[in-house]
Structures are given as structure tokens and as C-alpha cells.
């Protein structure tokens, strides 16, 4: 059974069709791989799924229900979360604030302030913060930031996680480090849709990807049938 | 030892709150007519303040608007003063307000940063003009008289919108909501997509700040007795609580309280004093504060906290 399904999901900027016609399906306990060359639209299908922007045209369904053009915070509180290309935290809150946030306001059964509270701490916990849970966000390293968003995320207890480009700018300890992240939230049962660059990282923990080109979807399978696809290695490298 | 010191400071702070309080309670009974009426204008200032950083201070969103909610309480009063008891008034002045603050809210809490304030800014241009409009082409004459209250009541009603307006600040500060409004100010976008129902909840804080302001209005009218369009929707009322909160600094509920205070008393006594170089004072202090003090008062009492060694942690 799929978690989220896209159909002819379209959405122009201008006269440019920055996504056009995308079909998708994310299939429930998965992690499903979003790549694609720069300018492609997959930070754009994320914002439609995330209720950003509205599509033109087509359909995004979350479990049974028809979310498309749905408010951002609806869409948060039905249980899908997501975190940001460029790191967007609340910079001047402590960092626990972040966390805290979410769990009161993320979910539709909201938890008391006191359970909240012990939900971020968990969190905080699991994503390896603890130590730093009373400092300014702002003062913390890139690589702590983008854990800190995907445990607000985790916070609004989500069945679905969109992580925007979670290994972008990280070094090779913290690429590690987060890739070990990823498989935990894996573990927990919560699906994942996350758009990529880094290879190693998608080819690794992806169980299906989706290709997307110019707005379109170019090709879906396995990593291992994407990375010998010929349509998809055009794409990347030219003629 | 750091601990019982810290626990001290802690303990003080309701008692010399519980002693100013009972202070401003009694103060008609052996302070002097003028000092009645000069706290009774340090109130308005501070509501007016206090109100405005309900809202603008947590989100950053720079309202202009503070003189349109006056301006609707003072006419509230202008109009239904003779008619209606004081405290229905006041309450009905308060109400309008609210209202009009929620339709201009949802109407404009889309637009950020800049447009929001120069629509606010409009928002006082124009509820003045048509007002004016309204009275030359309709009663056929520019201003109204406002019925008479005496400088005590009028100086027991500002306490009792201040001790509540403190009240609501000092609970919306500590709740989810506070921290809600916080994180809007941080980032939108994040804080939607973190559950914030974004909209909603700065369009109805910008509403409940309107009220205090609707209500003060509404009973400064009488102190006035005469009104007109340029008296009630004067911009002044919306320029003072900006830099007052500014003056004060906005990270800590004292802040606007003492912005409000010592800059009232500034303007009296520059203006007493020095007519001629007050605005001139006004105006460097104001620079010298922008530069210096980004964070206001409250910032420089930090400061100084800080460096005093006992000091560890700060909660929010």
C-alpha cells in the first residue's frame, strides 16, 4: 500500500513547467530516493507535497485522503514532516525550543506541555543533541543544525519524512554519522522520501528512487536498475 | 551558594511587584492632582507599548497601527459616551477594536516585512480621512465633545487595563503560544511546517493587542473632552510605542514597561524644560540607543548581569 501517492501532479513558474506531470508512489516503510540535476524540480514537488505551493494540476493523496492545496501546518499535523535545503531553525530559541515546538503543535492528538517536554528530550537524545539542548541554536555547526531540524520533524510524530538534501555541506564523519540516522528512523517504522546528491548515500539506504528531469520523471526502479539506466546517465552527464 | 542567591533575587521579585502595585493602588490618596494626572499618561504610554510588543515584538512585524485602535476606542467614546455607562464603553471600545484588527489582520498579515507596515501605516491615514469625510459631509462639523470623568476614575481604569494587559502579556510569554510567536518571528515557513497555524494565530494576536488599545482610547477621550479626526488618529500614538519598545528593549517583559516609563518622563521633562531642543534630545538619544543598544535597556541590564559572576543561567 502506498503512504503517498502523486497523480499528474503539474505546477508551472511562468511559462516553466517545473514539475509536469509526475506520477509517484511511496510505498509505506520505505525509503524512496528523489534525484536529479540541479534545477530539475524536486525541491519544487517536495514544497507541493509539504503544501508550499498549490499544484496547477493533479492529485497528492496521503493515505486515503486528497491533501493537495492543503495549509502546511494541516499537512504537518496529518503526519507528514520535512526539513529544508538550506537549514531554516529557529536561530535564537535554545535549541530544545526547536524540538519542543513540534511536539506541541505538530500532531493532531497534541501531547500536554509536561509530555512534550520529555519528547523533545527523547529526541534531542536520539539524534545525538542532548549535550547542547540549552545553547542558541545559531551558535551550533552546520551538520548538528540539519539533526536538530530532522528532530523537530520527528517531533510531530510523522508517518512520513521529507529530507531535503539532509547530507548536503557535511563531512565524511557526519556523512556517516547521519547515514546511521537515517536507518534508525528507518527502524522506527517511519517512511522516508528524501531528495539526494550524495551517491554513496542514496545507492546505500534507497530501496526504490524516482528520477526527475526538467520537471519530468525520467525513470523509477531499484538504485541498481537506475544507476544502469542510459536515460539517467544522459541526464547527468550529457550526450 | 550561587544557588540561595539565585533564590533570593527569584523570591524578591513578587514582593517589590506586590509594593509598587500597592504603591500605584493608593496613589490618589497622597499624591498631588499633577502627579495623578502625569502616572495616569505614563499608563497610556506603557499599555500602548506593552500591547504593541505583544504582537510586533515576538514576530518582528513592525505595526503602524497602534493609532487606528486609539483613534476607533476615542470615537467609540466620542460617540457612545453620553449614552452608554463608562465601563460598557470601554469594554465596546476594546471590542471594535478587536474586530477591526482581525479583518485588517486577515486581510494583511499575508504581506511581510515592509508592505505589512506601510499598510498600518495607511490603515491610520485612512481611518482618519474617512472619518473626516464622514463628520463634515454627515454632522457637518470636524469635532465632538467627550463626555466628562474625573482624573481618578480615569486613573483607576488605566491601572486596572494595565494590571490585566501585564497579566495576558506575562501568560502569552510562558504558553505554547509565546513560544509559537517566536518562532513565526524566526522563520514562517518552518514554523507551518512545523504545525503552526500560522495565520491564524498572528492575525488573532494582532487582534487581542488592538483591545487594550481600543479600551485606553476609549477612556483617554474623556480626559481630552474634545476630539476631532487629527486628535484621535494622531500617528504619534503609533510611532511612540515603536521606539518606546525600541528605547526599552523587547526580550523581557520589564523592557517596554521601562521604555514607556523613562521616555515618558524624558518627554515631560525635555518639554518643560528645553521646548526648544526636546525633539533635537529626543532624536540623538534615540541614534545613540539604535547604535549602542540594539537590544535596549533590557539589554544593557544583561549585560551588566553578566558580567557580575554569579550570574549562570537565564531562564526564558
Known sequence: MSLLEGIGVTKYFGGLAAVSQVDFKIPKGKVVGLIGPNGAGKTTLFNLVSGVLIPKSGTINFKTENITGMQSYRICRKGVARTFQSVNVFGNMPVV????????????????????????????EFVGLSEMRSVPTQSLTLGDKKRLE?????????????????????????????????????????????????????????????????????????????????????????? | MNWSKLEL???????????????????????????VIFVTSIFM??????????????????????????????????????????????????????????????????????????????LVELSKHLLLWYEIKFTGTRGRFVVLVDNTTIYYILFIILV?????????????????LRSIGESEEASAHTGVNVNLLKTFTFALSAVFMGATGAIMATRWTYVDPYIAFNLQYSFMPVLMSIFGGMGQLYGPVLGAVIFTML?????????????????????????????????LIQKWQNRSPEKQHVTP
Open chain 2, 9 to 35: 533575587r527569584k523570591a524578591r521579585t513578587p514582593g517589590v511587584l506586590l509594593i509598587f502595585l500597592i504603591l500605584l493602588a493608593t496613589l490618589t490618596l497622597y499624591a498631588s492632582p499633577y502627579t
Open chain 2, 267 to 299: 518627554e515631560e521633562k525635555l518639554i518643560t524644560e528645553f521646548p526648544y531642543y526636546y525633539m533635537l534630545t529626543i532624536g540623538l538619544i534615540l541614534l545613540i540607543v539604535i547604535i549602542y543598544l540594539p537590544d535596549g535597556l533590557v539589554g
Open chain 1, 150 to 239: 530532522v528532530a523537530r520533524a520527528l517531533a510531530t510524530k510523522p508517518e512520513l519524512l521529507l529530507l531535503d538534501e539532509l547530507m548536503a555541506g557535511l563531512n565524511h564523519t557526519e556523512l556517516t554519522e547521519t547515514m546511521e540516522l537515517v536507518n534508525k528512523i528507518r527502524d522506527r517504522g517511519i517512511t522516508i522520501f528524501m531528495i539526494e546528491h550524495v551517491m554513496r548515500v542514496i545507492m546505500s539506504i534507497c530501496d526504490r528512487i524516482i528520477v526527475l528531469h526538467h520537471g519530468e520523471k525520467i525513470a523509477e526502479g531499484t538504485p541498481k536498475s537506475i544507476a544502469a539506466n542510459k536515460t539517467v546517465i544522459k541526464a547527468y552527464l550529457g550526450e
Open chain 2, 164 to 180: 490585566l494587559l501585564l497579566l495576558t502579556s506575562y501568560l502569552i510569554r510562558r504558553s505554547k503560544y509565546g513560544l509559537a
Open chain 1, 97 to 124: 525550543e526547536n524540538v519542543l515546538l513540534g511536539a506541541i503543535f505538530g500532531n493532531s492528538n497534541p501531547s500536554s506541555e509536561k509530555e512534550a517536554a520529555e519528547e523533545a528530550m527523547n529526541l534531542l
Open chain 2, 45 to 122: 504610554y506603557i499599555i500602548l507599548t506593552v500591547s504593541w510588543v505583544i504582537f510586533s515584538g515576538p514576530t518582528g512585524y513592525i505595526s503602524f497601527a497602534p493609532a487606528a485602535f486609539f483613534g476607533v476606542g476615542i470615537y467609540t467614546s466620542a460617540i457612545l459616551g453620553t449614552e452608554l455607562p463608562l465601563p460598557i464603553v470601554i469594554l465596546t471600545g476594546g471590542v471594535i477594536s478587536f474586530i477591526l484588527a482581525l479583518f485588517v489582520g486577515a486581510l494583511t498579515l499575508r504581506l511581510k516585512g515592509v508592505y505589512f507596515t506601510i499598510f498600518t501605516l495607511g
